[in-house]
């Protein structure tokens, strides 16, 4: 049997830390508003604090021009921020109307936005900083401030120009589903390594009446697995080592991406076991789905614009069909990469963990099931789904006999909500 192993602990945390910060729309802009403050106590300091003779010149200004400009510069800042701020709401909605509540995701995640906020913050904090801390140091501490408020002028224009390009890209639905197939792409890309990556060990013995290890029931909102509970990550290294060192296995029963009450079971634990408190914190929860260690959000977030494209108050299948190209790419990636147990082994080459493995007909069903429900009576939908079947069957022929059977089943309901027979065949491209 193939299992991988489990790796270490810290490649996990760092990934998590990543994710978290990702996911932090707050952190870029608060570092930046602070280094405006400080940039502003280097400046009016830089004698006491050892900068340089050579740095501390700048352009000539006469006395009382660097509070006016700098007073200029804060109060165009603080309104320009309020534009930024603005029309990221209106991105926001209609990304959320037009394509799906969950690409919003994009738009908090976005560095350019982050920048965008924070420059633009770092220059107003800067300017009211400098005019408070300024005091009448003089000339040349005027001349210090005005250029280092010119410099943080320009960049906030160059990080506008790039903020509106991103929002502008965001509100283009191409764009939007080729950034959620290639994050997609990137998750399948860790969460199924090559075969080579894979070990042969023993299956595991799993006890028919295991130990189950399950949620407090009173929670506090900030825990050591998070806070709510959808299940965002698992540390598959830290739960196989703490299940060598009891000498048990530990069966992940829910699975990632997966809402968890208070209360409920999460891990079974065979042939011993371990501290429920160290088990638990191997596992990270948070209030929605992430794609770090869960691509089938991926796929959920590419069905789920689809699908909205379909419905009758919208109706562009031309988006759908542009959500079919990708989602035809990522069943064929998975099918030829390793085969994925969900079995990990520690450092003894044993298998001590057990994650519920994501069947290939499983993602089929989530990828394509709701689009030919909602889009069989289109007929341009239909000639693509039936052209992405055909790429699925050639592809990866093990599965063959159950993609031609989602064929028939197809062609069966289009035909059955009055789609011509003639119409009915495959196209790359729907009806061009």
């Not at 299992?3 to 270490?8: D, E, N």
């Not at 410099?151 to 790039?162: C, R, T």
């Not at 809402?259 to 079974?268: E, F, K």
């Not at 009915?424 to 009806?431: E, I, S």
Request: proline share 5%; aromatic share 6%; glycine share 8%.
């Amino acid at each position: 049997m193939s299992a991988l192993p489990a790796g270490r602990s810290a490649v996990y945390r760092r990934s998590w830390a990543r994710e978290w910060l990702n996911d932090r729309f707050w952190v870029v802009p608060s570092v930046l508003l602070i280094g405006g403050v400080v940039l502003a106590v280097v400046t009016v300091q830089a004698g006491n604090l050892g900068v340089p003779q050579s740095w501390r010149g700048g352009v000539p200004v006469d006395p009382g021009e660097a509070s006016a400009l700098l007073g200029i510069i804060a109060s165009s800042t603080l309104t320009f921020v309020g534009v930024v701020f603005t029309l990221t709401l209106v991105a926001l909605q209609l990304a959320s109307s037009q394509l799906s509540p969950r690409v919003l995701r994009m738009f908090v995640r976005s560095t350019v936005t982050k920048l965008a906020f924070g420059i633009l913050l770092a220059t107003f904090s800067y300017s009211i900083a400098f005019l408070v801390l300024e005091g009448g140091r003089g000339r040349e501490a005027d001349s210090r401030g005005v250029t280092a408020a010119m410099a943080l002028v320009a960049a906030s224009l160059v990080i506008f120009v790039a903020y509106v390009a991103r929002t502008m890209k965001l509100l283009q639905v191409a764009w939007v589903i080729t950034e959620v197939a290639d994050e997609t792409r990137k998750a399948i890309r860790h969460h199924f390594p090559p075969a080579d990556a894979y070990i042969r060990a023993a299956p595991p013995v799993l006890s028919s009446g295991p130990a189950v290890i399950s949620l407090p029931l009173q929670r506090r909102r900030r825990s050591s697995s998070g806070s709510l509970g959808v299940v965002q990550g698992v540390d598959n290294a830290r739960l196989a080592e703490l299940a060598r060192r009891h000498d048990c296995v530990l069966e992940l029963l829910v699975r990632v991406g997966e809402y968890v009450p208070a209360g409920g079971a999460v891990i079974a634990a065979h042939g011993g076991t371990p501290p429920r408190r160290a088990v638990l914190g191997g596992i990270r929860l948070g209030r929605a789905r992430t794609l770090y260690q869960d691509p089938a959000f991926g796929i959920r977030q590419l069905v789920d614009i689809a699908i909205q494209a379909l419905s009758p108050a919208v109706s562009q299948p031309t988006t759908a069909v542009q959500v079919i190209d990708r989602l035809e790419d990522i069943p064929l990636r998975i099918a030829r990469s390793g085969p994925w147990s969900g079995l990990f082994a520690s450092s003894d080459g044993e298998v001590r963990f057990v994650e519920q493995a994501m069947t290939w007909n499983q993602c089929l069903d989530l990828a394509f099931t709701e689009i030919t429900s909602y889009g069989a009576a289109s007929a341009q939908v239909a000639r693509r789904l039936l052209a992405a079947y055909d790429a699925l069957a050639a592809g990866a022929r093990e599965h063959g006999d159950d993609v031609r059977a989602r064929r028939v089943a197809l062609l069966e309901e289009s035909a059955s909500r009055g789609v011509r027979h003639a119409v009915l065949r495959a196209d790359a491209m729907g009806l061009g």
